[in-house]
């Protein structure tokens, strides 16, 4: 089903999908599996936000109007829910994430130009990069280059890590490159542009992300629980990330990120696949 929902000829290679599933545990509506282009992520922000719009608006949950609170079963645990409806649209979701935490800080030295990395863990594993050490911004037109810059370093990345994750006691996995930059956005307090393992741009402001942001900020004492920080991506879209309160992992200190935003419904479509067709698994170019 992933591969024949998020890859070409019927997706493409920064589609996101979500699969529907009973929850495992009683006290949730719906049980998520995110998936894209590289595989199973066990959270994703843009996609949480995404499937409570299309769950709300497209009449699969039916809740009142004005703030209602719910969970969602995912691979990274529970994940509370808060959606504000006016009418007939979704206005805002905001989800309480799994805790979120700082890792090490990496110095990453390469032919191209060397910064102080730190990794950090929102639900997914992230190297945060400052695109300018490297002569790059996060903007459109420079895309192409930041991701095959992320491609030379995210070797260079996974050589340099020395820890190992507090919550598994393994060393992590860390594919998401995010590039990080000054924000052009009114309002925004920083912009951001993650690149997966497949080569993907996220084009939202990234939840999970976000979430790791946030951690890296509190690690530095430049953000306290109960303050806000608006994060900005390369479309100019922005979420609100909060810290909600420090908590621990594995004996790690670590914060709950809440991460507010918003999606819109733009299709409903059918997919078909037939018994002779040679790419009904799809293809990734």
């Known amino acids: 089903m992933r591969r024949?929902?998020?890859?070409?000829?019927?997706?493409?290679?920064?589609?996101?999908?979500?699969?529907?599933?009973?929850?495992?545990?009683?006290?949730?509506?719906?049980?998520?599996?995110?998936?894209?282009?590289?595989g199973y992520p066990n959270m994703c922000g843009h996609a949480t936000i995404g499937v409570v719009t299309t769950l709300i608006e497209a009449g699969y949950l039916d809740v009142p109007q004005g703030e209602s609170s719910f969970?969602?079963?995912?691979?990274?645990?529970?994940?509370?829910?808060?959606?504000?409806?006016?009418?007939?649209?979704?206005?805002?979701?905001?989800f309480v994430n799994q805790p979120a935490y700082q890792l090490e800080i990496l110095e990453i030295d390469e032919p191209y130009g060397s910064s102080a990395v730190p990794i950090?863990?929102?639900?997914?594993?992230?190297?945060?990069?400052?695109?300018?050490?490297?002569?790059l911004s996060v903007e459109l037109e420079r895309a192409p280059d930041l991701v095959e810059m992320a491609e030379?370093?995210?070797?260079?990345?996974?050589?340099?890590?020395?820890?190992?994750?507090?919550?598994?006691?393994?060393?992590?996995l860390v594919e998401n490159v995010m590039w990080v930059d000054e924000p052009r956005v009114a309002g925004a307090d920083g912009l951001n542009m993650a690149v997966n393992a497949a080569g993907?741009?996220?084009?939202?402001?990234?939840g999970t992300g976000t979430s790791a942001r946030l951690a890296v900020l509190s690690a530095a004492g430049a953000l306290q629980p109960g303050e806000s920080y608006v994060n900005s991506g390369v479309l100019g879209t922005v979420y609100r990330g909060t810290i909600a309160a420090r908590t621990e992992v594995g004996g790690t200190a670590a914060i709950v990120p809440e991460i507010t935003g918003r999606a819109w419904l733009t299709g409903r479509a059918e997919l078909w696949a037939s018994d002779d067709d040679p790419l009904a698994d799809g293809v990734l170019l």
């Open 4 to 38: 024949l929902a998020v890859l070409e000829p019927r997706g493409r290679r920064a589609l996101f999908g979500v699969a529907l599933m009973h929850p495992a545990e009683a006290g949730a509506p719906f049980g998520v599996v995110f998936m894209d282009a590289a």
């Open 152 to 172: 030379t370093l995210r070797p260079a990345i996974a050589r340099a890590v020395t820890c190992t994750d507090p919550g598994t006691g393994v060393p992590p």
């Open 120 to 135: 950090a863990y929102g639900g997914q594993w992230y190297a945060f990069v400052n695109a300018r050490d490297f002569g």
């Open 71 to 94: 969970v969602l079963q995912t691979p990274g645990g529970p994940i509370t829910i808060r959606a504000v409806v006016a009418g007939e649209c979704v206005e805002s979701v905001t």
């Open 200 to 206: 993907a741009v996220d084009r939202s402001p990234c």
